[in-house]
């Protein structure tokens, strides 16, 4: 119920932002429209979710036949867990990773890059199904696709208001609103985001890596996989937004310089999960 309760919770912020941020920039008016446009998005993010995250990451379904062992693995698993069978997608990127989606277990969904299935062996490879598979029975995936639904929404919202800010110049007299104060919203608006996203607590990566470990009966290929998966997101760029970066099983954005973004990571240090797999905390 912990993870019902933060999903209401973000729901709630998203919805709120808009009415807010409609009523700061375009007035008493703003206020109406910021709620239409609320109430599309937490329904939205809601029921879309899982497609939000997909089509970021240029996912692609595949099945039985286009990916026989990746398939089969988590087939295996889902029969251990006693779960449904999620929908499988592979995105185009080089770098090793994997995260998961959906509203629930019925609609859940796993999305590995091609780089994982290119690059790490298959006991490598069955940790990290373990672990998202885990993240879907442990209801905390639509939690995080919100969260990054929300990310985006503040950054494209705040973007907008930013620009309008400096070209509306001085055109609506009939306004008191300060240009500094608005640019100011909009500039503090991403860091707002950031901090929304954090609200998620890093311990349901734990939590997912214990789970993983139990599902298999061993945290080392789990534990091998993140050090493996951390060095390779050095590495290998990616481009994947960072709204949705909180959703990989790994930081995937760990390569660029330190930013505010790096600062406020959802992500527990890979150190420190490696750590609790090989000392056996997740018994």
Known sequence: MKNYGK???????????????????????????????????????????????????????????????????VDELAQRAGMPMPRLFIAPSDQPNAFATGRNPKHAAICVNQGLLQLMSWDE???????????????????????????????????????????????DRDRD???????????????????????????REFQADAGAARLIGDGEPLARALLRLEAYAGRIPSDVNPSQASNYIVNPLSGRKVTFGNLFSTHPPVEARVARLRQGNWA
């Open 177 to 203: 609103d300060n240009p500094l104060v608005l640019l100011a919203t909009a500039l503090l608006a991403p860091i707002a985001a950031m901090i929304i996203q954090m609200a998620i607590s890093r311990s």
């Open 7 to 73: 999903t209401a919770v973000l729901l709630a912020a998203l919805g709120g932002l808009f009415v807010v941020l409609g009523g700061a920039f375009l007035g008493q008016g703003g206020l109406y429209i910021g709620l239409a446009l609320g109430l599309v998005m937490v329904g939205g993010s809601y029921w879309f979710s899982d497609k939000l995250a997909i089509k970021s990451a240029h996912g692609v379904q595949v099945d039985r036949t286009q990916a026989p062992d990746y398939y089969r693995i």
């Open 125 to 171: 490879v069955r940790g990290v199904l373990a672990h998202e598979l885990t993240h879907i029975r442990n209801r905390d995936i639509l939690t995080g696709s919100i969260a990054a639904a929300v990310g985006m929404a503040i950054t494209f919202g705040a973007r907008m208001a930013m620009w309008g800010a400096m070209f509306s110049g001085g055109r």
